[in-house]
């Protein structure tokens, strides 16, 4: 996996800069779950806004949608996923611990094909029934990651429960949302009935979803809770063609990643899933994947899921979610194609994607997006126990801070505080010094280049403005 930064190196990274925490680590953590720090709550933030505004606020035909995680809890059974939203899991006989068996034999498989074992080369663990999961596991005596045989593998359902209710005795069973779509299929009627919108359009929400997932070790990749961003794109297959529509969904999937996100292109590759992976609804799913650290993972999935979901709920509510159409009158139930995203995977994407070591200047660079960076430069008087730079440097401060995202250093000296700031992706450096006093101009030094520029304090609004574009 050439130039990719080790999970190790980003984990430490995250860590020691205020990026991503492990949850309640004061009691020891808690499994696959993960806080995001002062800078990975502006990072996140900054991805999240980013894909808004590209798919719903800049587009005309999509709307945005904010519903509930607890909903009624027939949602999930028309869903399917009360049935069937499970993972197979197998135990450890010895030490009682879970393992998701598709993931032990994808690691056994690694093992063989380093060995020379081409034959398993081809094999696509997800397209196994749990059966011959386990019948797999047997015939290859298939061991625990501690060298101890595991059970045969069983389906384990990955939505939380909780209840609603004060009274021990009646409280209702309800789910925890395992993804945030299912909120936009039942506020389908209400979306037709209260906006403006026509055939083709979307709806995208992005929230928290919750899976009790058992793997661990991936960092924020799978954790308990997580934000999705989700589209349902409604259309009509006598007048779009699915698989045009697909295709531009993928282009712009794949652009946002590139573009807006400035992941590198190398980095990305589509796998499509085979008959027996894909959901028995859909008619062709792929998934962008990122080379994480770890192997080429998915990032974002996308699927044309027919009609199912709307005539799943219109079964199970005995409510018509159809659409007719203006200038012809007819009535039918629309299909959908559902990018769904998952807003911590780019997160740790972007982090791995930027992470450079710069071994001739000694530093660690994030080359993030400007547009992402947590801050959008930092502010040094040259220094701090001189008060006419601190004043002047804090009159800069104010003027940019009115209108960007800029943090405040004055600690330690200036090689120290760029190598700081270098760190955590800050794309400029603005120093305060004596010549500012007189000329009002101040040096702009630039994070990947280490280029120092003058540039009159009246002009930085516009050179910090020119680097966000
Ligand atoms: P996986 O196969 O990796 O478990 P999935 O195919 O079940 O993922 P989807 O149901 O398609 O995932 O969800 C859409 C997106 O949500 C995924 O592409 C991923 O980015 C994100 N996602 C899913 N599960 C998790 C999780 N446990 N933690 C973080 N992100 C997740």
């Given amino acids: 996996m050439p130039n990719q930064p080790s999970l190790d190196t980003i984990v430490a990274l995250a860590k020691r800069r205020g990026f991503v925490y492990p949850t309640s680590n004061i009691y020891g953590g808690l499994a696959n779950s993960y806080d995001y720090g002062p800078l990975g709550s502006e990072l996140l933030r900054n991805i999240k806004n980013a894909w808004w505004e590209t798919f719903i606020s800049r587009r005309a035909d999509m709307v945005g949608l904010d519903s509930q995680i607890l909903l009624h809890p027939e949602t999930w059974v028309a869903s399917g996923h009360v049935g069937s939203f499970s993972d197979p ?5 010895v030490t009682k611990k879970r393992f998701r068996a598709d993931h032990l034999i994808e690691a056994w498989i690694e093992r063989q094909i380093k060995k020379g074992k ?35 593998p069983k389906a384990f359902n990955l939505l939380f429960e909780t209840a609603i209710g004060t009274v021990a005795d009646d409280k209702a069973k309800i789910y925890v949302r395992g993804e945030t779509a299912q909120g936009i299929f039942t506020n389908f009627r209400n979306i037709l ?27 924020v990749f799978r954790t308990l809770e997580f934000e999705q961003a989700e589209i349902e794109y ?33 980095n990305l590759r589509w796998r499509q899933h085979s008959d027996a992976e894909r959901s028995f609804y859909s008619k062709d799913t792929y998934d962008l994947d990122y080379n994480f650290s770890f192997g080429w993972k998915e990032l974002w999935g996308v699927a044309y899921r027919t009609d199912y979901d709307l005539k799943q709920h219109t079964k ?32 740790l994407m972007v982090l791995t994607d930027a992470y450079e ?8 660079i994030l080359k993030l997006k400007p547009s992402l960076a947590p801050y959008k430069a930092a502010v040094f008087p040259l220094l701090k126990n001189k008060p006419e730079l601190v004043a002047k440097a804090k009159e800069v401060y104010s003027q940019l801070s009115a209108k960007f995202a800029i943090t405040w250093d004055e600690r330690g000296n200036i090689g120290k505080r760029y190598l700081y700031q270098d760190e955590i992706g800050t794309p400029a450096c603005i120093t305060i010094d004596f010549d500012s006093l007189e000329d009002d101009s101040v040096t702009v030094r630039d994070r990947d280049t280490t280029d120092q520029v003058r540039i009159p304090i009246s002009n930085l609004d516009a050179h910090l403005a020119s680097m966000l574009e």
Avoid: C
């Fill in 357 to 364: 070591e710069d071994t001739e200047k000694n530093r660690t």
């Fill in 234 to 266: 409604f259309f009509n297959p006598n007048q779009t063609k699915w698989e045009e529509l697909l295709e531009e969904w993928k282009s712009d999937m794949h652009s946002f990643v590139t573009g807006v996100l400035g992941v590198k292109e190398e």
């Fill in 316 to 347: 199970h509510s005995g409510q018509a979610l159809e659409y007719r159409d203006p200038q012809t009158n007819e009535v039918f139930v629309p299909h959908v194609i559902e990018p769904a995203l998952g807003i911590n995977r780019a997160f």
């Fill in 118 to 152: 081409t034959q398993f080369e081809d094999m696509v663990v997800e397209d196994l029934s749990v059966e011959e999961m386990g019948a797999f596991i047997t015939e290859n005596k298939i061991l625990s990651p501690d060298g101890n045989a595991v059970t045969q």
């Fill in 193 to 219: 009935d209260s906006t403006r919108v026509q055939l083709p359009f979307g709806v995208g929400q992005m929230g928290k979803s919750f899976r009790n997932e058992i793997t661990t070790g991936q960092f």
């Fill in 89 to 93: 899991l197998v135990d450890d006989v």
